[in-house]
């Protein structure tokens, strides 16, 4: 157990969640991905922040993160069970009436 | 010890995360979200934030989790569809996310950190609170009124249209 160890973990965390922003279309699983890439995020500034942080800076910036993540996802899904409700799925590429 | 719990929680966490990459349903993929959060908990207590730990497990797994199997519930159609979830462009991405881990663990091998002498282990919610309460009071009140405009736009922007209708004659008279 020791620094680097932790950021493959995090690093592995990181790409499994861009991996399903990338293939899916469905925006909750979407919205998943998002929440696996802050997910890592947190665990880097954590470690950081035990390692090699004299303050704890990197546990409080680990807070903040918390915080705007339940933010994005309430506004998120809220957004999602519109579009729902006009476009009739959730799939992020029927949201094109703008387009057409 | 603790390196054996290490390695349990690391397992843990990159499998149930690689459930939700790659389950074809959105419920599995839920449920393997469930893990990841537990497992990332772990690793915060591992990692001397106890705090952060219980933080994690509250808001995550108590909140965005509950929040995030609502709205599958509630935007699909559970009697006519099976609530799928298809992958699209699946080997190129697989090629970029395992090229980019590659890179970023080799980074994070390679670099010779800076690590401190005495790594301990103490109790954190004294200090974290301490800090949230006088070196970071403004960020502390900037992001909790954000917070509040963000669940006042969810709440507003999650209502039936019907109910919109009936709110506008009473605004107007109130005007």
Redesign the interface.
């Known amino acids: 157990m020791s620094l680097d160890k932790f950021l493959v973990v995090s690093a592995a965390l990181f790409c499994c969640g861009l991996y399903t922003i990338m293939t899916r279309r469905n925006g909750v699983a979407l919205l998943m991905g998002v929440e696996l890439i802050l997910n890592a995020a947190n665990i880097n500034f954590v470690a950081f922040s035990h390692y090699l942080g004299k303050v704890m800076g990197g546990q409080i910036f680990a807070v903040f993160v918390i915080v705007i993540a339940a933010a994005e996802a309430a506004v998120a899904l809220s957004i999602f069970l519109r579009l729902f409700a006009t476009a009739g799925s959730v799939e992020v590429d029927t949201a094109d009436s703008l387009k057409n | 010890m603790?390196?054996l719990v290490?390695v349990l929680l690391?397992i843990l966490?990159?499998v149930s995360?690689?459930i939700?990459?790659g389950n074809s349903s959105?419920i599995y993929?839920?449920v393997g979200?469930l893990f990841?959060?537990m497992g990332?908990a772990g690793?915060?207590v591992?990692?001397?934030?106890d705090?952060?730990a219980a933080?994690?497990m509250l808001?995550?797994v108590g909140?965005?989790l509950v929040?995030?199997l609502?709205?599958?519930f509630?935007?699909?159609r559970i009697s006519d569809a099976k609530l799928s979830?298809?992958?699209?462009?699946?080997v190129p991405?697989?090629i970029?996310?395992?090229a980019?881990?590659g890179l970023?663990?080799n980074a994070?091998?390679t670099?010779e950190?800076?690590?401190?002498t005495n790594?301990e282990y103490a109790p954190?919610t004294a200090?974290?609170g301490r800090?949230?309460m006088t070196k970071?009071l403004l960020?502390f009140e900037v992001?909790s009124v954000?917070?509040l405009a963000?669940?006042i736009?969810?709440?507003l922007?999650?209502r039936?249209?019907s109910a919109k209708a009936a709110l506008k004659p009473d605004m107007e008279e109130g005007q």
């Open positions: 603790a390196d290490f690391s966490t990159v995360a690689l939700v990459a959105v993929s839920a979200l990841t959060f990332v690793l915060y591992l990692a001397s934030a705090f952060l933080t994690q808001v995550y909140g965005i929040l995030i609502f709205a599958v509630l935007s699909n979830n298809p992958t699209h462009m699946r991405s697989a970029v996310c395992i980019l881990f970023m663990s994070a091998v670099t950190w800076a690590v401190k790594v954190t200090v974290l800090l949230l970071y960020p992001v954000l917070l963000a669940l736009g969810a709440a922007l999650s039936p249209e």
